[in-house]
């Protein structure tokens, strides 16, 4: 969401965007975004990526998107 101009809107907001627009949401939030994800019965998905509070630096996240589209 960070290159769609989102990065400072709430988490329920994030959820709403993917799900409008068809997105899979990357995130290292874990404990919020799984819980608000398992509210909605249709969604195309959610990727947790669990690191340490300031390790997942941008350049990280954009590194491993080719990874993660690639499975």
Known sequence: MTWLGLRSRQ???????ALDDGYV??????ADFTILIERE??????VCLNVAHGLMRLDV???SGPCLSAH
């Open 41 to 46: 019965p249709d969604h195309t998905g959610l």
């Open 61 to 63: 996240q954009r590194t």
């Open 25 to 30: 949401l990357v995130t290292h939030n874990s």
């Open 11 to 17: 988490d329920w907001a994030l959820v709403r965007r």
